[in-house]
């Protein structure tokens, strides 16, 4: 069983920034792409950056390019999402999620094992 946990959400104003991390436990033995989904009120989920197993790879949502960076300690079996030049838009609870795919980074959530419970982010204008 794997078991993952999100933190480092909160209230910021925009313009500012958050750091996001995802630490997985349980089998942590099986290698993971990771990837970060975020769902606003009302709105379907969506989403965000993807990284391989390496961190050799990465994907991006044209929304947050050039203004979020994921990565990950497979160390510390943890993955990030630092997040600058926050938006009202990018408010949302954040879910991370991984996969036992070892292929390209992908943007579907369907291909997503894993979940965690969510963190929440709220960027006031």
């Known amino acids: 069983q794997v078991h993952m946990v999100e933190s480092g959400g909160g209230l910021v104003q925009a313009g500012g920034s958050l750091r996001l991390s995802c630490e997985v436990s349980?089998?942590?033995?099986?290698?993971?792409?990771m990837a970060w989904f975020r769902q606003a009120p009302e709105k379907e989920r969506e989403f965000v950056s993807a990284?391989?197993?390496?961190?050799?790879?990465?994907l991006y949502a044209d929304s947050v390019k050039g203004r979020f960076t994921i990565s990950r300690d497979n160390a510390k079996n943890t993955a990030y999402l630092q997040m600058n030049s926050l938006k009202p838009e990018d408010t949302a609870v954040y879910y991370c999620?991984?996969?036992?795919?070892?292929?390209?980074?992908?943007?579907?959530?369907?291909?997503?094992?894993?979940w965690g419970q969510g963190t929440q982010v709220t960027v006031s204008s």
């Open positions: 990284i391989s197993w390496t961190g050799s790879s990465t």
């Open positions: 999620a991984a996969t036992v795919w070892q292929g390209p980074p992908d943007n579907s959530e369907y291909e997503y094992d894993y």
């Open positions: 349980g089998r942590t033995s099986s290698t993971y792409a």
